[in-house]
């Protein structure tokens, strides 16, 4: 007996093809691969993300916290959306069997003997992609002393990324005799975007931040910066997300802690769930007692 002909009704013609969106500022007309590569940066769920900036070390050297990648940062991987690292550290200590999005650090040059803004692009796209890297970062010295070149390093970069689907992450760097208020970061912020990186990490101000991340047309992380007491980490990173930035690249106010494991969880509940700093900060404290 010949099935039944349901054919007709099978391929539904009177309802339209579902056109999915995309949950990132900005970014709904990037192609599939750069949508790919940030939905594993960005928790497509809340829209943001914990990244744990590890890449200090490309022009610091041996940070204190960082010392011992294997021993200190390895055992944060479950806690952190993605690692911002640098190649050399990814190939020689991170475990490959990671399944973890790698955020890699693809600019350098000067160490902190010399003058910062004097960076190159310091890492082939190819070797990105080779390393199934989830996007690259990039200093954008806005007002230093090498600011064309900076900018220039960066457009570059965004052009490699564009070619194979990698998104760039432009870190707006301020130069130590910068004032870091809202209108810098509003200029800084603005200018990377609009020069094509498809996110940037920028530093918190308490005054005008929002007007930082609502000028800024794609999504904006909030940079940690030196090291500060639990409650005011927690307090800044709540503030950030709270005036508009999906999500923090810590890494001092994460690894330089006494219980860093306690501190990224404290942080993960404030970027995800929207969790009060004082309520974060009593999880801190009790994770922090259960060792
Ligand atoms: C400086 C950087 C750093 O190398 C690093 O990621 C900073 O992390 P933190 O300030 O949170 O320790 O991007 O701009």
């Not at 790698?102 to 803004?117: C, D, Q």
């Not at 760039?168 to 301020?174: D, E, F, P, S």
């Amino acid at each position: 007996m010949p099935e039944a002909d349901t054919e007709g009704a099978r391929y539904q013609a009177d309802k339209p093809q579902t056109a999915p969106g995309f949950f990132l500022k900005g970014s709904h007309q990037l192609d599939w691969g750069m949508k790919n590569r940030l939905a594993r940066v960005f928790n497509p769920q809340s829209g943001r993300t914990v990244m744990l900036a590890v890449d200090h070390g490309y022009f610091q050297g041996p940070t204190t916290g960082l010392e011992r990648i294997d021993l200190s940062i390895v055992p944060l991987l479950p806690n952190c959306d993605a690692l911002f690292c640098t190649r050399g550290i990814l190939r020689s200590v991170i475990p490959a069997e990671s399944q973890k999005p790698m955020v890699l650090r693809a600019s350098g040059g000067p160490s902190i003997l010399k003058e910062l803004s004097d960076e190159q692009i310091a890492m082939d796209m190819e070797d990105a992609v080779r390393l199934n890297a989830a996007g690259v970062g990039i200093q954008v010295f806005v007002g230093g002393e090498f600011e064309t070149r900076s900018i220039h390093n960066m457009t570059r970069l965004v052009d490699a990324g564009l070619r194979c689907g990698m998104p760039v992450m432009g870190v707006t760097a301020v130069g130590t005799n910068m004032v870091r208020d809202a209108r810098y970061f509003r200029l800084a912020c603005r200018i990377i975007a609009e020069l094509g990186a498809q996110y940037v990490k920028t530093y918190y101000v308490d005054d005008g931040f929002e007007t930082v991340t609502a000028s800024c047309p794609v999504p904006i992380v909030m940079a940690g910066g030196k090291k500060l007491p639990e409650i005011e980490a927690l307090t800044m990173a709540y503030n950030a997300v709270q005036q508009g930035a999906s999500g923090v690249d810590m890494g001092r106010n994460i690894f330089q802690s006494d219980a860093p494991k306690a501190m990224i969880q404290a942080v993960h509940a404030v970027v995800h769930q929207n969790m009060k700093p004082q309520h974060a900060l009593d999880m801190f404290h009790s994770l922090k007692s259960q060792g």
